[in-house]
């Protein structure tokens, strides 16, 4: 079955921690994306990545980083300089060119800080 | 600028009565537009997308959108609707400028009443 997974699925990290969060995809996209989600607030994008071993900074990059290794891996590192970092975390990939292109999405993880 | 509005942030029906989301955009360029679902703690999932062909688009589950450009809009419908409708619904905006240039509205919550 080609798609992207996340783990874990719930994630509880104590304050000051650093903590990653995985997303892998099989689907042979270029393009990787992570997205935070807040009730009512829709997706805003944290960092996203068009092709390996390079990657932008979204909307809300700040107390986040990632890395682009290889093409079917692009993990988020949730690190303590992020302040709220209590939501949910979404990876979604795509094939860039097109602009009509669909983003596909990941399972999420859900990340609570005690 | 660009950006998107869904004009309801939560939308009740009866089951078996047609179902009505409303989008819209704004936009110097032309946009291809999408609706994504999600189920609680689920990634999204694409229902339909229109890519400057057809403005009526048919998409998964029953669900139907229309583009109108005199409008701006890309109001999600759907004749009857069913229990399992009930979710969180995005309406999504792709514009032909930057390398990600996806922007979300805030979602649409559905409730489906039995």
């Known amino acids: 079955d080609g798609g992207i997974t996340q783990s874990p699925k719930y994630l509880f990290r104590k304050e000051g921690q650093n903590v990653t969060l995985s997303c892998e995809q099989n689907?042979?996209?270029?393009?990787m994306y992570w997205y935070r989600q807040d009730p009512g607030q829709g997706l805003r994008l944290i960092y996203y990545s068009q092709i390996v071993n390079d990657f932008q900074k979204g909307d809300i990059a700040e107390g986040y980083s990632v890395s682009r290794e290889k093409k079917e891996s692009f993990p988020l590192t949730v690190t303590s300089a992020q302040k709220n970092p209590t939501a949910f975390y979404l990876c979604?990939?795509?094939?860039?060119?097109?602009?009509?292109?669909?983003?596909?999405f990941g399972p999420g993880t859900r990340l609570t800080v005690l | 600028a660009q950006s998107v509005t869904q004009l309801d942030s939560h939308v009740s029906v009866s089951e078996g009565t047609p179902v009505l989301l409303r989008c819209n955009y704004s936009s110097s360029y032309s946009p291809s537009l999408f609706w994504y679902v999600q189920h609680p703690n689920k990634g999204l999932q694409l229902l339909l997308k229109?890519?400057?062909?057809?403005?009526l688009v048919k998409g998964i589950n029953g669900f139907e959108a229309e583009f109108k450009k005199s409008e701006t809009s890309f109001h999600l419908t759907k004749p009857s609707a069913h229990m399992s409708d009930a979710a969180e619904y995005f309406c999504?905006?792709?514009?032909?400028?930057?390398?990600?240039?996806?922007?979300f509205g805030t979602g649409t919550r559905l409730t489906v009443i039995p």
């Open positions: 979604a990939s795509k094939q860039p060119g097109e602009v009509a292109d669909t983003q596909y």
């Open positions: 689907l042979n996209h270029d393009a």
């Open positions: 999504v905006v792709s514009f032909q400028t930057g390398a990600n240039n996806l922007f």
């Open positions: 229109y890519t400057s062909a057809a403005t």
